[in-house]
């Protein structure tokens, strides 16, 4: 017989099990919803979950590990544990066990709404860092400007949590107020500002109007406003008269199946998007509604965009309302659901896969631009580079890393050092000359001071270029006039 102690972790155990078994048990009826003979589905995946020698052995386990093992473990930690097993054991790189704080941000990220300051937050020199207010947010209204590093919440010092841990303490419900202490530069004392948190929307949507009236949309993500602020910019640039749309998806990781549909939506007539497919081959077509904006089109992919990104690209490009540029997509052909499991966290479970309008399968493989752009080929930042160091005189003879470095700095630059190997020898030094005399410097044939400024920046001002040049988007561009 049990006794009291063992009785109530027997109940507890059985609880949680019921909980995790109710669960997986919505999750399969969801995925067969559009069975044909939905009734006798669900009784035979009720069955199967509640097949009671299984559950009692996994009740037994747990039981055996809580009063043998060598040190003492929680049964919530040995339930998240159990879970995770589970999930990992589907060798399926798109199901995923959260722990609390990570389904928590999962879920922010696909619903674009929190209770914060409206803040956009990094590291910076080892500070968690400002890096720019929400325009019109509380962050913004308070004071709170680009590089200003934060060093405490409410009174806490923070120096020691990274990005993710301290958007958690600044987050919260609306108007409950917190403190924000702030070092800038320029101030020779700590800031505190004081602000009341409000519901902050996540904009996915950048849009701009570029050369010859062609405007520009990049969508980052597919969150619960992206529909919803990609009509505000449509909206503008049919006031505007634009003529024609460039649409980038690159980078793009996806997002909610519901909002994919309405973004292709908004660029193509009635007709299917997407067809959704579960494990018994059995399909559901998800269909534009005809309220459609008529701009031509150029769609920008890369290897980042995936997913929802796939589905709109894949949805105009069969349906011949776009021309995609760029490089092959990911290859994200599957649709998962997710499950709220309160204190012990959440899962995401594939339960079907996808295919374009016209049937095709693209997961693992990817969607084929109509137009293949390669990006530009960057040339070495300057981490590649070896160090100058302390800038000591260099002329013919000297040997060293800074050298070398002056030797790689001179090739990319396209004065030829003669071969990068350290030596400052008489190839080097005659380049050396022959940049000193397009910069305007004294021609001296050494490596001083004012040299060594000059190639710095000359370095810098070519990586900045190099940086700015979007290929993509200027094959995107001329493709678009030629469309007009």
């Known amino acids: 017989m049990f006794n009291t102690q063992s009785k109530r972790r027997y109940l507890k155990i059985i609880a949680l099990v019921s909980v995790i078994v109710f669960i997986g048990f919505v999750l399969l009826s969801a995925a067969i919803a559009f069975a044909e003979d939905e009734g006798s589905s669900q009784e035979e995946t009720q069955q199967n979950l509640q097949d009671s ?154 849009h701009k109007i570029m050369e010859e009236n062609l405007g520009y949309i990049k969508i980052s993500s597919f969150n619960d406003n992206t529909e919803e602020y990609l009509e505000k910019a449509l909206k503008e640039f049919k006031d505007k008269k634009v003529k024609g749309i460039v649409l980038d998806l690159r980078g793009n990781p996806g997002g909610i199946l519901d909002q994919a549909v309405k973004v292709a939506g908004k660029f193509m007539p009635p007709g299917p998007v997407v067809k959704i497919q579960n494990r018994d081959g059995e399909e559901k077509t998800y269909s534009s509604e005809g309220n459609y904006y008529s701009f031509p089109m150029v769609v920008l992919v890369n290897g980042g965009s995936a997913s929802a990104s796939e589905i709109v690209a894949g949805a105009l490009q069969d349906h011949g309302v776009a021309t995609i540029v760029g490089t092959q997509t990911y290859g994200k052909a599957t649709v998962q659901t997710t499950a709220n499991l309160g204190s012990l966290g959440g899962f995401k479970l594939t339960i079907a896969n996808y295919l374009t309008p016209k049937g095709r399968n693209i997961n693992e493989k990817g969607i084929t631009p109509d137009v293949v752009v390669e990006p530009a080929k960057k040339g070495p930042s300057h981490d590649e580079f070896a160090p100058l160091g302390k800038e000591r005189l260099i002329k013919k003879g000297t040997i060293g890393l800074d050298v070398y470095g002056i030797q790689q700095r001179l090739e990319y630059l396209g004065f030829n050092p003669g071969p990068v190997d350290g030596i400052y020898g008489q190839k080097t030094a005659r380049a050396v000359a022959n940049f000193q005399q397009a910069k305007g410097l004294p021609i001296v044939g050494v490596v001083n001071a004012e040299t060594y400024a000059a190639l710095k920046k000359a370095v810098s001002e070519k990586e900045s270029k190099e940086n700015s040049i979007d290929v993509q988007l200027n094959k995107a561009i001329e493709i678009l006039k030629q469309k007009l």
């Not at 009740?59 to 590990?65: A, D, F, T, V, W």
């Not at 405490?152 to 949590?161: A, F, L, R, S």
């Not at 609306?174 to 996540?202: A, M």
């Open 53 to 206: 020698s299984q559950i009692k052995l996994f009740i037994k386990i747990i039981e055996y590990i809580q009063k043998y093992y060598i040190k003492e473990v929680s049964l919530n930690d040995l339930i998240k544990g159990a879970i995770r097993g589970m999930i990992n054991s589907l060798d399926d790189p798109y199901s995923n066990y959260f722990d609390r704080q990570s389904y928590d941000e999962f879920k922010l990220n696909t619903s674009g709404t929190y209770g914060g300051i409206g803040v956009v937050i990094g590291m910076r020199d080892g500070f968690v860092t400002i890096v720019s207010p929400i325009e019109g947010g509380p962050g913004e209204k308070a004071g709170l400007q680009p590089g200003d590093k934060i060093i405490k919440v409410d009174g806490k010092d923070i120096t020691d949590k990274n990005t993710s841990e301290v958007a958690q303490l600044i987050r919260g419900e609306k108007g409950t107020q917190v403190q924000i202490s702030v070092v800038r530069e320029g101030e020779s004392h700590v800031l505190n500002f004081v602000i009341t948190r409000d519901i902050i929307e996540l904009n996915p949507i950048e």
